[in-house]
């Protein structure tokens, strides 16, 4: 699959998934941002997409903004989703890996708003809560949401399996380079660099017994790719 077919499957998968969260009330708003922060992954597959924006946009300016804060902590993950699918599996622990929100805002946000969440990351998408987190302290989600934004998680990596998972910071920054983005175009990039990890294809979807039959149809709508990709 091309990249192009790939932003296509991108774009469905977010629609997919807003189309379910739409019916449940959620007490996320505009200018709510506490779930903003440093700690946000996602896939080569979005950041290109956001990394073109930003270039389209003139807005090369941002990469420095992100290569001066790149000493500041961030979750980075060790594992992909398909992979911690894997290691569940076969009944191992899941390494440790060390998060916190309180290691600051999310670079992009500004005076609590996001300037670019129309291609904001699933990571964001996904990030709901029925009560306030700043009231709480912590997201409140449904346990059926949990799963199914695992489950997008799968497809997401799934579908960008030749490419990498990453901290939003350290994936843009890779993006910056413009020889990276032809490389990503061309289906080229070799091992991941320090930092990044190379995903994995599906081999088990993370779907507890409980939530097994009401996640068929939720998967049924995800696997109706749209016919007329490019
Ligand atoms: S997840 Fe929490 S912090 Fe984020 S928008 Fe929703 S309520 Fe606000
Ligand atoms: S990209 Fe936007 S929505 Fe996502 S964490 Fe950053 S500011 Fe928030």
Not at 141 to 149: H, R
Not at 216 to 230: A, D
Request: aromatic share 8%.
């Amino acid at each position: 699959m091309g990249v192009e077919e790939k932003l296509a499957v991108l774009d469905h998968i977010y629609r997919v998934y807003e189309g379910f969260i739409a019916e449940y009330e959620t007490a996320c708003r505009k200018g709510c941002a506490r779930c903003c922060t440093r700690n946000v992954t996602l896939t080569t597959l979005e950041a290109y997409a956001l990394s073109v924006r930003l270039v389209d946009e003139g807005r090369a300016d941002f990469f420095e903004k992100l290569r001066g804060a790149i000493d500041l902590p961030r979750f980075i993950p060790r594992v992909t989703t398909n992979a911690l699918a894997e290691i569940c599996i076969r009944g191992e622990d899941p390494p440790e890996e060390a998060s916190d929100p309180d290691w600051g805002a999310c670079p992009f946000l500004e005076e609590g708003e996001c300037p670019v969440y129309a291609v904001r990351p699933y990571g964001c998408r996904c990030m709901v809560s029925a009560l306030r987190c700043d009231d709480t302290g912590f997201a409140e989600m449904d346990p059926f949401i949990v799963t199914v934004n695992n489950v997008v998680l799968q497809y997401l990596e799934h579908v960008d399996r030749d490419g990498y998972s990453g901290n939003l910071t350290d994936l843009l920054l890779f993006f910056a380079s413009a020889d990276n983005r032809r490389r990503y175009r061309a289906g080229s990039l070799g091992p991941p660099p320090e930092g990044l990890i190379r995903n994995r294809p599906i081999r088990a979807l993370m779907v507890p017994p409980r939530h097994r039959q009401k996640m068929l149809s939720f998967i049924e709508s995800l696997q109706k790719v749209p016919s007329n990709l490019p």
